[in-house]
């Protein structure tokens, strides 16, 4: 839907529609604590969630509201103090940040505006509404912010608070490795209207023939490495990882127990061995690929993989074709609270045979963050650029946790090779030898 040509009458409804998904999903996921709950840090590495609320508000209240409308400030007092770059989240519990209700408030009244101004912009003249892109821009943040949100709720302690039904069984066994030919694709997108700064622009990448896992590396497979020593014998780990597990007393996934059990949104559980693994670094994700004896994708080969059709050398928009994913194809929108087992999304499948590639879990790769040939910041260079470097790793795909308006076949994810509370897993990959030419 958010392909560029669409007339200005469907793209106000489209992103009318995109705007009041992302707030119910806010009020859901701040609705369910209570307001002690809401001012509380759950973990150093996460804002309170009272916090993560107002924000989204001030975001939407800067671009849309002032710079897209040219509106007087509804709360410019507060604009230091949803800075994500001024304030690191172990600090924000101390700023004098709007109470829950006070926040409550302010995102309705930015909210009512902004759904008034949607009815009447000019969506084309300038960059920032072309397409109505500085509304997808506002969208897909609050969608990020509702899934980091969501990867707080993992991190607090007590009682449940969140429900939802179960991912769907396997629809049919799924395990080995893919065949991906060598030979150029066309990487990024410069079509995808409201694609991000980072994705852009669509250039050629001559990708070397190579074999990827036909899915996520599950509980069960991962067990096997801890089963066999993997955590206790540095001949997997870079020297930088096992310097990490070390200092981190990494044992198993965040979030496993001994006992064979973990701990998911405040219940706890058997582990699911067809289920993909979660909540592991690339530091873990490294050394189980070197312990198998391969290697973590590059981001070419990842995109290469999911988008790719080999029968018109055409790259889609998804796997399985151009349309926007629904809940046949893959994983996403906090439908379910735990990643589908492997097999359960045989319409979401590529191709070449590659399965779950959209939702269910980031998948790491083994690329640093980076822009595309070409790349031109916008609409601010914080969103990316400042990212730029050897100290980010991309992970891609999307998660259970991860709404559609925020993944696509070009969506580009990075975090710290440390990070682990992020719903974050991997498939593995490896150079193809001479004697398998793959045409």
């Given at each position: 839907?958010?392909?560029?040509?669409?007339?200005?009458?469907?793209?106000?409804?489209?992103?009318?529609?995109?705007?009041?998904?992302?707030?119910?999903?806010?009020?859901?996921?701040?609705?369910?604590?209570?307001?002690?709950?809401?001012?509380?840090?759950?973990?150093?590495?996460?804002?309170?969630?009272?916090?993560?609320?107002?924000?989204?508000?001030?975001?939407?209240?800067?671009?849309?509201?002032?710079?897209?409308?040219?509106?007087?400030?509804?709360?410019?007092?507060?604009?230091?103090?949803?800075?994500?770059?001024?304030?690191?989240?172990?600090?924000?519990?101390?700023?004098?940040?709007?109470?829950?209700?006070?926040?409550?408030?302010?995102?309705?009244?930015?909210?009512?505006?902004?759904?008034?101004?949607?009815?009447?912009?000019?969506?084309?003249?300038?960059?920032?509404?072309?397409?109505?892109?500085?509304?997808?821009?506002?969208?897909?943040?609050?969608?990020?912010?509702?899934?980091?949100?969501?990867?707080?709720?993992?991190?607090?302690?007590?009682?449940?608070?969140l429900v939802a039904a179960p991912p769907p069984a396997a629809a049919r066994p799924v395990a080995g490795e893919v065949a991906v030919p060598g030979g150029p694709f066309t990487m990024g997108t410069s079509l995808e209207a409201w694609a991000l700064d980072n994705e852009r622009p669509a250039h050629t990448v001559d990708v070397p023939a190579f074999w990827i896992d036909r899915a996520p590396v599950t509980n069960g497979q991962y067990q096997a490495f801890i089963d066999a020593g993997g955590y206790d014998n540095p001949r997997w780990w870079s020297p930088a990882g096992w310097e990490h597990r070390r200092a981190a007393g990494l044992a198993r996934p965040m979030h496993w127990h001994v006992d064979g059990t973990y701990t998911r949104f405040g219940r706890r559980e058997p582990i699911v061995a067809d289920e993909p693994v979660v909540h592991v670094c690339w530091y873990e994700a490294q050394a189980y690929a070197a312990w198998v004896g391969r290697r973590l994708p590059t981001e070419a080969e990842w995109e290469k993989a999911a988008r790719f059709d080999p029968a018109t050398g055409r790259s889609r928009r998804f796997p399985w074709g151009d349309d926007d994913p629904d809940e046949q194809h893959a994983n996403l929108g906090q439908r379910h609270l735990a990643p589908a087992p492997v097999g359960a999304y045989p319409a979401g499948a590529s191709p070449l045979g590659v399965h779950q590639l959209i939702g269910d879990v980031w998948e790491w790769t083994s690329s640093t963050f980076r822009g595309y040939p070409g790349f031109t910041a916008f609409p601010y260079r914080e969103y990316s650029e400042v990212f730029f470097g050897d100290n980010y790793r991309v992970l891609r795909g999307g998660s259970f946790g991860t709404d559609p308006a925020a993944c696509r076949g070009t969506f580009r994810n990075w975090d710290y090779p440390i990070r682990r509370q992020i719903f974050s897993g991997f498939r593995t990959a490896r150079d193809a030898r001479p004697e398998e030419e793959l045409a």
């Amino acid at each position: 839907m958010t392909q560029a040509g669409v007339r200005p009458d469907r793209l106000r409804e489209h992103a009318a529609a995109g705007l009041d998904r992302a707030r119910d999903r806010s009020i859901a996921l701040t609705d369910a604590v209570d307001d002690d709950d809401l001012v509380r840090q759950h973990s150093p590495l996460m804002s309170p969630l009272v916090w993560d609320l107002a924000h989204v508000g001030n975001q939407e209240e800067l671009w849309l509201v002032r710079d897209v409308g040219g509106r007087e400030p509804i709360r410019a007092d507060i604009d230091n103090l949803y800075d994500a770059f001024k304030h690191p989240r172990g600090d924000r519990p101390a700023l004098p940040l709007l109470g829950p209700a006070e926040a409550r408030a302010y995102v309705r009244s930015v909210r009512g505006q902004v759904l008034d101004l949607l009815d009447t912009v000019d969506l084309e003249g300038r960059p920032l509404v072309e397409q109505g892109f500085a509304f997808g821009m506002i969208i897909q943040h609050e969608q990020q912010h509702d899934e980091t949100m969501l990867a707080t709720h993992q991190l607090r302690e007590g009682d449940p608070v969140l429900v939802a039904a179960p991912p769907p069984a396997a629809a049919r066994p799924v395990a080995g490795e893919v065949a991906v030919p060598g030979g150029p694709f066309t990487m990024g997108t410069s079509l995808e209207a409201w694609a991000l700064d980072n994705e852009r622009p669509a250039h050629t990448v001559d990708v070397p023939a190579f074999w990827i896992d036909r899915a996520p590396v599950t509980n069960g497979q991962y067990q096997a490495f801890i089963d066999a020593g993997g955590y206790d014998n540095p001949r997997w780990w870079s020297p930088a990882g096992w310097e990490h597990r070390r200092a981190a007393g990494l044992a198993r996934p965040m979030h496993w127990h001994v006992d064979g059990t973990y701990t998911r949104f405040g219940r706890r559980e058997p582990i699911v061995a067809d289920e993909p693994v979660v909540h592991v670094c690339w530091y873990e994700a490294q050394a189980y690929a070197a312990w198998v004896g391969r290697r973590l994708p590059t981001e070419a080969e990842w995109e290469k993989a999911a988008r790719f059709d080999p029968a018109t050398g055409r790259s889609r928009r998804f796997p399985w074709g151009d349309d926007d994913p629904d809940e046949q194809h893959a994983n996403l929108g906090q439908r379910h609270l735990a990643p589908a087992p492997v097999g359960a999304y045989p319409a979401g499948a590529s191709p070449l045979g590659v399965h779950q590639l959209i939702g269910d879990v980031w998948e790491w790769t083994s690329s640093t963050f980076r822009g595309y040939p070409g790349f031109t910041a916008f609409p601010y260079r914080e969103y990316s650029e400042v990212f730029f470097g050897d100290n980010y790793r991309v992970l891609r795909g999307g998660s259970f946790g991860t709404d559609p308006a925020a993944c696509r076949g070009t969506f580009r994810n990075w975090d710290y090779p440390i990070r682990r509370q992020i719903f974050s897993g991997f498939r593995t990959a490896r150079d193809a030898r001479p004697e398998e030419e793959l045409a």
